[in-house]
Nanobody, 116 residues
Framework: QVPLVESGGGLVQPGGSLRLSCTTSGSIFNYYVMGWYRQAPGKQRDLVATITNAGSTSYADSVKGRFTISRDNAKKMVNLQMNSLKPEDTAVYFC??????????WGQGTQITVSS
């Protein structure tokens, strides 16, 4: 397994936008699916969005129409564009990847706070 590193977290006003990036030192072709999860205080870690090796995407109902996941093979990067952010989006966001060997990797997490 290779490390996953998130960047792009921070504080944003409601209705604002942020973009998260997840990079790996290896090739993203090592993974058949990558994505983002989030965990708010006192809550379980929930799926936000995923993207497969073939480019198929899926989203949690709570973020559909607002978040967009994408991947850049050359840059070894998976991105999450977050628009129309709500206070309910406040959480620690984790990059996730599952390898062809069914091994899971997690990033360290980055804090997103949506507040006035």
């Amino acid at each position: 397994q290779v490390p996953l590193v998130e960047s792009g977290g921070g504080l944003v006003q409601p209705g604002g936008s942020l973009r998260l990036s997840c990079t790996t030192s290896g090739s993203i072709f090592n993974y058949y699916v990558m994505g983002w999860y989030r965990q708010a205080p006192g809550k379980q870690r929930d799926l936000v969005a995923t993207i497969t090796n073939a480019g198929s995407t899926s989203y949690a109902d709570s973020v559909k129409g607002r978040f967009t996941i994408s991947r850049d093979n050359a840059k070894k990067m998976v991105n999450l564009q977050m628009n129309s952010l709500k206070p309910e989006d406040t959480a620690v966001y984790f990059c996730y990847a599952r390898s062809w060997s069914m091994l899971d990797s997690w990033g360290q997490g980055t804090q997103i706070t949506v507040s006035s």
